[in-house]
């Protein structure tokens, strides 16, 4: 581990921050000090510099991928930028201004539009992290909830009355930030709204049959799409107690490991970025971080997992 937590820590700003925070289990004194860097150097610095002087990112709040402002918000939270920062905190707050639908879900669109589950759930993914005291993320976490359908997943289509893998991982990520900036008080509903996700994505064990191969494709950035590996960084950092429907996902995970002990970027997802993060077929940072953290988390519940022959 030594050898691939160095290699970590020679990447980028960001990286070695969440390798201390996610991995090395720093002090929190230590990840400040780091996380503060992050909007003067590396990724973190460079997404920072693409805002327009009108606040926004791309041409608008979702147009276009990947470059929107909606997209670049989601993606500086997952580099773990430092909450206070004005440049996303104030745009957050003109979205609720101009974006909230009378129901309590999000319209990003400059024409009228009815709300989308998924890009609800991922508005309150990075508005919990950048504006925690914002009273309006209850009616938007309230909102969300009550779009749970009975399989315990929830759905972009609103004629849905099943729950699809993308919408329910966004919004389990995003019910778990919510919870994470709120007091005691809202926990119940949330932590049933979850279980009840969690439970979804098990009794599909986490879609790995999917005919979607992509699912299967070790990916980043995730955007809004589910995959594999997401699954697992989800139940990983949510502390999930390990189910046997996810062993041949572990399984698969640990089996995507190099010789040199590190993992690969396989996919990204077609659109515009505001610059390229990493080549695919080489090996990730990101996912490697990632993957290190999942057989952490599981690998004395799946101990094949550990010493595979790595491919």
Same mark, same amino acid.
């Given at each position: 581990?030594r050898?691939? /937590?160095?290699?970590?820590?020679a990447?980028?700003?960001?990286?070695?921050?969440? $390798?201390?925070?996610d991995?090395?289990?720093?002090?929190?004194?230590?990840?400040?000090?780091?996380?503060?860097?992050?909007?003067?150097?590396?990724?973190?610095?460079r997404?920072?510099?693409c805002?327009?002087?009108?606040?926004?990112?791309g041409?608008y709040?979702?147009q #276009?991928?990947?470059?929107?402002t909606?997209?670049?918000?989601?993606?500086l939270k997952?580099?773990?930028?430092?909450? +206070?920062?004005?440049?996303c905190?104030?745009?957050?707050?003109?979205?609720f201004d101009?974006c909230t639908?009378?129901?309590g879900?999000?319209?990003? %669109?400059?024409?009228?539009?009815?709300?989308?589950?998924?890009?609800?759930?991922?508005?309150l993914?990075?508005?919990s992290?950048?504006?925690?005291?914002?009273?309006r993320?209850?009616?938007l976490?309230g909102?969300?909830?009550?779009?749970?359908r009975?399989d315990?997943g929830? +759905?972009?289509d +609103?004629?849905?009355?099943?729950g699809?893998?993308?919408?329910?991982?966004? $919004?389990?990520?995003?019910?778990g930030?919510?919870a994470a900036?709120r +007091?005691?008080?809202?926990?119940?509903s949330?932590?049933?709204?979850?279980?009840?996700?969690?439970?979804?994505?098990? %009794?599909?064990?986490l879609?790995?049959?999917? /005919?979607?191969?992509?699912?299967?494709?070790l /990916?980043?950035?995730?955007?809004y799409?589910?995959?594999?590996?997401?699954?697992?960084e989800?139940f990983?950092?949510?502390r999930?107690?390990?189910?046997?429907r996810?062993?041949e996902?572990?399984?698969?995970?640990?089996?995507?490991?190099?010789r040199?002990?590190?993992?690969?970027l396989?996919?990204?997802h077609?659109?515009?970025v505001?610059? #390229?993060?990493?080549?695919?077929?080489k090996?990730?940072?990101?996912?490697?971080?990632?993957a290190m953290?999942?057989?952490?988390a599981?690998?004395?519940?799946?101990p094949?997992?550990i010493g595979?022959?790595?491919?």
């Amino acid at each position: 581990m030594r050898k691939q /937590t160095d290699w970590l820590l020679a990447g980028d700003p960001a990286i070695r921050y969440l $390798t201390y925070r996610d991995l090395l289990h720093a002090t929190p004194e230590q990840c400040e000090a780091l996380q503060a860097r992050l909007p003067q150097e590396g990724i973190c610095a460079r997404l920072l510099a693409c805002q327009h002087e009108n606040g926004h990112w791309g041409l608008y709040y979702y147009q #276009p991928k990947w470059t929107s402002t909606h997209y670049t918000l989601l993606e500086l939270k997952n580099l773990g930028a430092p909450t +206070a920062l004005t440049a996303c905190r104030s745009i957050i707050l003109r979205m609720f201004d101009e974006c909230t639908l009378p129901g309590g879900g999000m319209n990003l %669109s400059r024409h009228a539009h009815p709300n989308d589950t998924c890009v609800d759930a991922m508005v309150l993914n990075y508005a919990s992290y950048f504006c925690p005291e914002e009273p309006r993320l209850d009616q938007l976490a309230g909102h969300i909830m009550a779009e749970q359908r009975q399989d315990g997943g929830f +759905a972009w289509d +609103a004629s849905a009355d099943c729950g699809d893998p993308h919408t329910t991982i966004c $919004t389990m990520e995003g019910l778990g930030q919510y919870a994470a900036s709120r +007091a005691s008080g809202k926990q119940v509903s949330v932590s049933e709204a979850m279980r009840g996700g969690v439970s979804f994505l098990l %009794s599909n064990h986490l879609f790995i049959d999917s /005919t979607d191969r992509r699912f299967q494709k070790l /990916t980043y950035p995730a955007r809004y799409r589910y995959d594999l590996l997401r699954a697992l960084e989800f139940f990983a950092r949510e502390r999930i107690c390990f189910d046997e429907r996810m062993r041949e996902a572990i399984l698969w995970l640990a089996g995507k490991q190099t010789r040199e002990g590190l993992w690969r970027l396989e996919h990204t997802h077609a659109g515009n970025v505001h610059f #390229p993060l990493e080549e695919i077929g080489k090996p990730s940072r990101f996912i490697t971080l990632k993957a290190m953290l999942v057989l952490r988390a599981y690998g004395r519940d799946v101990p094949d997992a550990i010493g595979q022959n790595p491919a």
